[in-house]
């Protein structure tokens, strides 16, 4: 019965320290996004054609957020969204497991020491610190903490198994290279952290109670199981998405493959390069674990990265192009659910999905000007209905930033999604005034049986082409976050203006003209006018909030 409470014990004690080590990553891993989540963002623009520039990339944000699993979960959104392509990920994917090997080289550490220390600074600076990003720092300590008191919990619930048979045995078993790689891959896959799996595989290597081969094989196995959450976030998505988690699972499945049957030469370098590090027998088995599995994964990637087309091109093969399902207009493209975990990549989906708001509102004004003057009642019901679209894009996107803002976010990051939102809801105004004033003015044109002369037809197109530039300079400052772009819309005043004034004269010009209905000519002529003058306004009400982000 003794023995039976003893298992009880030793089984509470493990789950509980696993459970501590994922939820002390989780909180790691959340602080760190929102820390670094403007870097995340300046290192993903800088993702280009260049392999190695994107092989960096993945490393350096892996490095950061501890988790290549997340990594390859955000590299599945951006592609969904079109903020980068599947050949760009590639490099990106290959470069991920090797930020993810940083947890093995400070888990090898004697860090068990120092749980309750960095555990205690953590939670007082989170909890009474003044500023979010002070606060976000004291979770990240916090996070370390609980991770590295996880850890002292798994090694003191283990050290009793040191004389448990049934368990030595079990042990003796993973001498078999494939059994123990299938292990690695199951327990990483049911907890989708190649990290928990190396810090259990640090902790057993630490208590003499896994051999290095054994330990080697695992973790190889680990690096296969922690591709199920880049395919369970694929499920459904579109099939660049697919392809992006179908890289990431074919590299690390074929990495493994190759070097699977050179365990022992991998333990054997480890021993030749770790061993004259520590005197230390037993405690040097983590730090060779460590090395191995950053040299495993730092020889894939180089073994890889100059095949970074042709890994594309045989995944496009693999996942051929389907007939996609035709989305309406108002759907959003890259409005991913997954970003609102960083709000600085969110922020800047936001930010594109915009700039297809605009684009809806581009077309419905280009529309307007001949519909108005001179198009039929099908046609002016035509307009009508191009505002359904922008209303709905609207919407969400309105929706997806509430969700945004739910984050504490710092004050770069509320300014920029307080103007975002400004933007959004300027352009969908311009649509309410094509929707409303000009389709209004438009029926009654019909309705009273107005003409308007080609003449004054010309000079308000005139008039509207110079909106259209101005629209067309607020979309390009929003795309390529460009405030010089922004400031050129600015700018036109004094030509708009003048522009006006102009036409005002040749209005009274034309109300002096003998001709029937002049004054209900007039009348419309003018609605028009003001019309373009208002929607000119609020492109320039655009650009000024443009100039606030981008400046």
């Given at each position: 019965m003794a023995e039976d409470l003893n298992q009880l014990n030793i089984f509470v004690n493990l789950i509980g320290g696993v459970?501590?080590?994922?939820?002390?990553?989780?909180?790691?891993?959340?602080?760190?996004?929102?820390?670094?989540?403007?870097?995340?963002?300046?290192?993903?623009?800088?993702?280009?054609?260049?392999?190695?520039?994107?092989?960096?990339?993945?490393?350096?944000?892996t490095a950061v957020i501890q988790s290549s699993s997340i990594t390859s979960v955000l590299l599945v959104g951006f592609v969904s969204a079109g903020l980068m392509t599947t050949a760009q990920s590639v490099a990106m994917i290959l470069g991920a497991n090797i930020g993810t090997t940083i947890t093995a080289q400070i888990l090898a550490f004697k860090v068990t020491a120092f749980a309750l220390p960095i555990f205690a600074v953590g939670f007082f600076v989170s909890a009474l610190a003044k500023q979010k990003a002070t606060r976000e720092y004291g979770r990240i300590l916090l996070g370390i903490g609980m991770v590295f008191f996880g850890m002292a919990i798994m090694s003191e619930a283990m050290r009793p198994l040191r004389s448990y048979q049934p368990f030595l045995d079990f042990m003796l078993n993973l001498d078999h290279v494939l059994l123990a790689a299938m292990v690695g891959a199951g327990f990483t896959a049911l907890v989708q952290s190649s990290s928990a799996t190396t810090g259990i595989?640090?902790?057993?290597?630490?208590?003499?109670?896994?051999?290095?081969?054994?330990?080697?094989?695992?973790?190889?196995?680990?690096?296969?199981?922690?591709?199920v959450t880049a395919l369970l976030a694929a499920v459904g998505r579109p099939n660049e998405a697919l392809r992006t988690a179908m890289v990431?699972?074919?590299?690390?499945?074929?990495?493994?493959?190759?070097?699977?049957?050179?365990?022992?030469?991998?333990?054997?370098?480890?021993?030749?390069?770790?061993?004259?590090?520590i005197e230390d027998g037993a405690s040097t088995v983590p730090r060779q674990l460590a090395n191995v599995h950053t040299f495993f994964n730092i020889v894939n990637a180089?073994?890889?990265?100059?095949?970074?087309?042709q890994i594309a091109q045989f995944v496009e093969w693999l996942i051929p192009d389907r007939p996609e399902a035709l989305?309406?207009?108002?759907?959003?493209?890259?409005?991913?659910?997954?970003?609102?975990?960083v709000p600085a990549i969110a922020l800047d989906a936001a930010r594109l999905e915009v700039l297809?708001?605009?684009?809806?509102?581009?077309?419905?004004?280009?529309a307007a000007i001949p519909t108005v003057t001179s198009g039929s009642p099908l046609d002016i019901d035509r307009l009508k209905v191009m505002d359904r679209p922008v209303?709905?894009?609207?919407?969400?996107?309105?929706?997806?930033?509430?969700?945004?803002?739910?984050?504490?976010?710092?004050?770069?990051?509320?300014?920029?999604?307080?103007?975002?939102?400004?933007?959004?809801?300027?352009?969908?105004?311009?649509?309410?005034?094509?929707?409303?004033?000009?389709?209004?003015?438009?029926?009654?044109r019909i309705d009273e049986n107005v003409v308007i002369s080609p003449a004054t037809a010309s000079v308000l197109e005139g008039l509207h082409s110079e909106v259209m530039v101005a629209l067309n300079g607020v979309l390009i400052a929003l795309e390529d976050q460009d405030a010089s772009a922004?400031?050129?819309?600015?700018?036109?005043?004094?030509?708009?203006?003048?522009?006006?004034e102009e036409i005002a004269g040749h209005e009274i010009e034309r109300l002096r003209a003998d001709e029937p209905k002049r004054l209900h000519t007039y009348a419309r002529e003018i609605e028009l006018t003001e019309t373009l003058e208002d929607i000119f306004k609020i492109l320039r009400r655009i650009s000024r909030s443009e100039i606030a982000i981008f400046q």
């Open positions: 459970a501590l080590f994922l939820f002390g990553m989780d909180i790691m891993t959340r602080a760190l996004k929102q820390v670094a989540g403007a870097s995340m963002k300046a290192i993903l623009t800088q993702v280009t054609s260049n392999r190695f520039r994107g092989l960096l990339a993945g490393a350096s944000i595989l640090i902790v057993l290597a630490g208590q003499g109670l896994i051999g290095l081969e054994a330990a080697v094989a695992i973790a190889l196995g680990a690096n296969v199981g922690t591709c990431h699972t074919l590299f690390n499945v074929v990495g493994v493959l190759i070097w699977i049957g050179f365990v022992d030469h991998l333990a054997s370098l480890a021993r030749a390069v770790s061993s004259p590090l180089l073994l890889f990265i100059g095949f970074t087309k989305e309406p207009k108002f759907a959003p493209k890259h409005l991913d659910p997954k970003f609102l975990e297809q708001l605009g684009q809806l509102v581009r077309d419905m004004l280009g209303d709905l894009l609207h919407r969400e996107i309105v929706g997806y930033m509430r969700q945004i803002s739910l984050a504490s976010l710092p004050t770069d990051q509320a300014r920029q999604l307080m103007e975002l939102l400004r933007i959004a809801n300027d352009l969908e105004h311009i649509g309410d005034h094509v929707a409303t004033g000009l389709v209004t003015s438009a029926r009654k922004a400031v050129t819309v600015r700018e036109m005043k004094s030509r708009f203006v003048a522009l006006v």
